[in-house]
Every structure is written in C-alpha cells, then in structure tokens.
C-alpha cells in the first residue's frame, strides 16, 4: 500500500521585484506518523496576506526573512483528523500557522480551538483572526476614535480595512474609505455602512486624488488607518486636524521595492500628528479581549465580511500576486478541502 501524500509550497526563490510563480515550488510529501502527544490537522483554508511579501526578501524588516526551500508562512484553519494528545480530540476545529501546506503537524501548541456554531470557520482568519484584531488594535490603541471624528481608512474593502471602518461607525464615527474601483466603493458604503469613499483609480493624479479626499472630508481628517502609503498617504496628511493620529499598518504600494518618500513632512508638523506603526504580533496581550468582541460582532451581524477564495493549493501563487496587486475582493483565502 502506497503511503498517502499531501502537497505544499515551498519558496523557492527570492523575488527582485515584483513576485512572479517562479518565486514558488509546489511539491508532494508524506503525509506524517504521529508521535505521542502529536496531533494531525487537515488544513481547510489558508490565509494570503500582505506581510508575506516582506518575509520573501533578506532586507531587514520587523521579522526574520522566510527561508528557502521551506514551506511558506501563513495562517490557517483546519480540522483535527488524527490525534495522539488527550486535550485534542478527531473533529476538533482549529486555527494554526501550518503555511502553505494541505497537513500540519502540531504538539498542541501554536493551535486554538475555534467554535463554528455562529462564525464560519473560513472568519477565524478574516473578521476574527489576525486581520481583524490588525484592524481592532490599531483603531483602538492608536487612533483611538472618539464619537464624531472624522476617520479615514485605506483599502477600505479588504480584510483590515472593512473591519477598522466598521468598528469606527459602531464608535459613533463618521468614517470614509479609499478604495480601488467603483465596486468596492459601492461596497464599502451600501454594504458596510462607510459615510463615503473615495476611489483612488479615478484619480488622473495626486492633484485630483486630494480634491476628491477634500470633498468628502469638509471638517480634515482625525484619524487615518494606513495600509497602502504613497500618494493617498501625502493626500491624507495634508487634510489631517490638529493631533491627529495616524496608525501604520502597513504600504503595499511599495512591497516590491519602491521608493515612497513622504512629499509634505511639514503637515506632520503643522497638524502636530501621531504617526505609530504597529505589528500585530507584539500585542498578544490584547488578542482574547479583541477576538471576544469581534466574534460577539460577526455573530450579531454588525460586522459583515467578504472574501475571495481560490480553489487548491496550486492556486495560491497566483491569488497571492493578485492579492498584492488589490485584485481580490475582501479577504484573500485559498481553499483546500
């Protein structure tokens, strides 16, 4: 009897640019015996994410560079399918970083039992994962809204960003998105309650782009969630109020290398502007207090979600390039199962 195999994807090759498939190698492995105190955990979905971008190159960066020939990094969610621990049982739900990979192998440490009963399992890493205790920290810990502010909030559609404007309307906020195309706008207001959006795609340039943020922020800006930098973040900070605060997620405009200087500094100065940048990661202090309320808000339906799946590991490389050109639609999943 042939053993049973599984498939993963390994990172093949450092990117000296943008990321092309070549970057990746899909290749098949064993699937593992289990020691004791092991479980086996068939992964569901897989969650693509912009940090992977600066984990695929050596330059120095928050976190150690993703090494070659092993399987890329990311979260996923699963089910346990074999179990030689006590504490985990066949059929138990979970939420892991086993990378891109169809199998991951755990001593019950790094997992976390979810409950499926009122939150899609595929939510855990969206709304109720990382993406959205991402937005939750950042909006709370840093810009710290109050009821009546103006707060403004880039890649508005996807994972980070729907999650930090909902949660601002609930803070009593008035809130605008950026996005990329008439869809997501429309998405951003009709579907989840945003006051306004500006689509930054329409702009024939910075000029424009900053009437159009000037339009639909009469009284400046309050707050901004950065997830995309560029010329959105020099319009942003030229409308910014006096001690406005401004948390730094993260700028895919310049993952693959490109030089992004801040063109007006002088409005850093003139607004008197809090500019913090943050990593998750470093606040796992905060995480059950921010899962709990999330969850209670995906169950309620106050915070609504999108996603985007691709179908089979195969397709990750590809999703993940669209990912970082904003071609997905909410929160970028691959399923595998």
């Known amino acids: 009897m042939s053993k049973q195999t599984y498939q993963r994807i390994v990172l093949a090759s450092r990117p000296t640019a943008a990321v092309t498939p070549d970057n990746f190698r899909l290749e098949q492995a064993p699937v593992p015996e289990l020691a004791d105190g092991q479980v ?3 992964n569901h979905y897989l969650s693509l994410d912009p940090y992977m971008r600066g984990r695929m ?3 120095k960066s928050y976190a150690n560079p993703q090494p070659l020939g092993e399987v890329m990094i990311g979260g996923t969610v699963g089910e346990v399918v074999a179990s030689k621990n006590p504490k985990w049982n066949v059929g138990d739900k979970v ?3 086993f990378g891109w990979q169809e199998y991951g192998v755990s001593d019950g440490g790094g997992i976390q039992k979810v409950d499926t009963t009122h939150i899609p399992l595929s939510a855990y890493l969206g709304s109720v994962g990382m993406p959205g205790v991402t937005a939750w920290y950042g909006l709370n810990k840093i810009i710290a809204p109050k009821a009546g502010e103006t707060i403004v909030v880039s890649a508005a559609s996807g994972a980070v960003g729907s999650v930090v404007g909902q949660l601002a309307k609930l803070a009593g906020c008035r809130v605008i998105g950026v996005a990329g195309g008439r869809d997501k706008c429309d998405y951003v207001v009709k579907e989840l309650g945003f006051d306004a959006c500006v689509d930054y795609k329409a702009a024939k340039d910075a000029k424009e782009l900053y009437a159009m943020v000037k339009d639909v922020t009469p009284d400046g800006i309050d707050g901004y969630f950065e997830n995309v930098g560029g010329d959105i973040l020099d319009v942003v ?3 910014l109020n006096a001690f406005a605060r401004v948390a730094v997620c993260g700028l895919i405009a310049g993952y693959d290398g490109q030089d992004m200087p801040i063109r007006n500094p002088r409005a850093i100065l003139v607004s008197r502007a809090r500019i913090e940048g943050f990593i998750v990661s470093e606040h796992m ?4 207090q921010a899962l709990k309320e999330l969850g209670t808000y995906v169950a309620q ?3 609504k979600f999108r996603e985007s799946i691709a179908e089979g590991l195969a397709s990750a490389p590809e999703a993940f390039i669209g990912l970082l050109k904003g071609k997905n639609f ?3 999943l691959v399923k595998l199962v």
Not at 285 to 288: A, G, L, Q, R
């Open 40 to 42: 086996l955990v068939r």
């Open 57 to 59: 190159s050596e330059g």
């Open 95 to 97: 939420v892991g970083m």
């Open 237 to 239: 900070l030229a409308r």
């Open 285 to 288: 202090d905060v995480w059950p």
């Open 301 to 303: 339906g106050k915070i």
């Open 330 to 332: 909410g929160k970028q």
